[in-house]
C-alpha cells in the first residue's frame, strides 16, 4: 500500500510505503521509505495520507535492492600486533556507502 506523507526534510508531500509504526508518548511515528526519492524518513501518524485515484497506478522512481552475494567489508586493525587486515563486518562503512553512490553518479 502506498500512502502519501509529508517529509519535513524536503519541504513537500511525497509517495512513501510504510516500513515501520511505533507508539510513542504523544501519538504514532511511522519510518516510511519514499519510493520517489529513494531515502528512509521517520513521520507522525498525522502527516500521512490514504495515495488516491490515479496517482496510486504512477511507477516508484526507486525501488529497494541489495547487491547480489556482496557481502560488507571494513578493515580491521590491531594495534598490538601492528597489523591491518581487511574482515566481514556487520554492516557497510559510510565511507563505503559514499563511494557506491558516487559510482552511481
Do not use: M
Not at 510513542?24 to 495515495?51: M, T, W
Not at 496517482?55 to 598490538?80: N, S, V
Request: charged share 25%; proline share 4%; net charge positive.
Amino acid at each position: 500500500q502506498v500512502y502519501v506523507v509529508f517529509s519535513e526534510e524536503l519541504k513537500c508531500w511525497c509517495r512513501a510505503l510504510v516500513e515501520s509504526v511505533r507508539c510513542q508518548a504523544h501519538g504514532y511515528q511511522l519510518r516510511c521509505f519514499l519510493v520517489d526519492y529513494a531515502k528512509s524518513c521517520s513521520v507522525p501518524s498525522e502527516n500521512i495520507r490514504v495515495l488516491a485515484g490515479a496517482f496510486a497506478e504512477i511507477p516508484h522512481r526507486a525501488k529497494k535492492c541489495r547487491l547480489h552475494c556482496t557481502k560488507p567489508l571494513t578493515l580491521h586493525i590491531d594495534y598490538y600486533e601492528n597489523t591491518a587486515k581487511i574482515g566481514p563486518a556487520k554492516r557497510w562503512d559510510t565511507a563505503a556507502i559514499q563511494h557506491f553512490r558516487k559510482l552511481l553518479e
